[in-house]
């Protein structure tokens, strides 16, 4: 089973910033398997990117994905108040996986 | 536009078997495009993958969880369901399910469930 390591696990930024987060698998794989989720208390996840850099239907275009073999990237170009939350990276491998989540939060 | 609800107890003894239901509304389970899949999120915790299914019927389940878990697919109720047998405290989470849209260029969970929270509890 391949393991995702998220990093950092909290991310303090202020709105207006540009946040980055990791994604590091423990093996090779293929960027076709590698998706991000956002996650807000009380609500369901909601997919942002699949395929490493393809944003999913009505995403906005401040949010970037990019990354192959162990290393991936999410990136949000400008912080807006609403994106304040915990996002995970996904792997569709031999077992599905989840890394262990980032939260970007309000500094 | 396609919708999922979660079904089913909201309390489950210890030893007991979890069983919950997900409903899919506005599009056919059969579509061979998408798998069908279970999270769960315990309190204060990530996100878990529970395990998926395919139309065809076809599983795959988390080896932390495989001993335990069974998803089946009935097609003529567009509905798949989760059973985790001997449940223990452990097990307390809020339950997801969701569509696994299959596409050339990758694969996402684009439509989820509002979740269900699920007590293990005497």
């Known amino acids: 089973e391949i393991v995702l390591t998220q990093s950092p696990g909290t991310l303090s930024l202020s709105p207006g910033e540009r946040a980055t987060l990791s994604c590091r698998a423990g093996?090779?794989?293929?960027?076709?398997?590698l998706a991000w989720y956002q996650h807000k208390p009380g609500q369901a996840p909601r997919l942002l990117i699949y395929?490493?850099?393809n944003r999913a239907t009505g995403i906005p275009d401040r949010f970037s994905g990019s990354g192959s073999g162990t290393d991936f990237t999410l990136t949000i170009s400008r912080l807006e108040p609403e994106d304040f939350a915990v996002y995970y990276c996904q792997l569709y491998g031999t077992s599905w996986t989840f890394g262990q989540g980032t939260k970007v939060e309000i500094k | 536009q396609v919708q999922l609800q979660e079904s089913g107890p909201g309390l489950v003894k210890p030893s007991q078997t979890l069983s919950l239901t997900c409903t899919v509304s506005g599009g056919s389970i059969s579509n061979d495009s998408f798998y069908w899949t279970w999270i769960r999120q315990p309190a204060g915790k990530g996100l878990e993958w529970i395990g998926r299914?395919?139309?065809?019927?076809?599983?795959n389940y988390n080896p932390s969880l495989k001993s335990r878990v069974t998803i089946s697919v009935d097609t003529s109720k567009n509905q798949f369901s989760l059973n985790l047998s001997s449940v223990t405290a452990a097990d307390t989470a809020v339950y997801y399910c969701?569509?696994?849209?299959?596409?050339?260029?990758?694969?996402?969970?684009?439509?989820w469930g509002q979740g269900t929270t699920v007590t293990v509890s005497s």
């Open positions: 395929g490493a850099s």
């Open positions: 969701a569509r696994v849209s299959i596409t050339i260029l990758g694969y996402g969970m684009d439509v």
């Open positions: 093996q090779s794989v293929s960027s076709t398997f």
């Open positions: 299914i395919y139309t065809s019927g076809s599983t």
